[in-house]
């Protein structure tokens, strides 16, 4: 994939679908035509909170959350 592409992506400027959850722009790599492995959602754990019973990809945002640093020992 050209890295230009996975960019977009990653910056949400091209999509899919939007996300079930927020409404937010969402890619699917699977929806895209690409094979599951190029998925990014597939190597990521949705977040527990999220009660959402649909089969599309959620947002990146989303899907990840807000960041949250490491605590200190």
Not at 40 to 58: F, H, Q, R, S
Request: with cysteine; net charge positive.
């Amino acid at each position: 994939m050209p890295y230009a592409e996975t960019l977009n992506q990653i910056r949400q400027q091209i999509s899919t679908h939007d996300c079930p959850n927020c409404g937010g722009l969402a890619y699917c790599a699977i929806k895209a035509g690409r094979a599951p492995s190029t998925c990014w959602c597939l190597a990521v754990d949705p977040p527990e909170n999220l009660d959402i019973k649909t089969n599309d990809c959620l947002c990146k945002r989303c899907m990840c959350g807000p960041f949250k640093p490491p605590s200190a020992a």
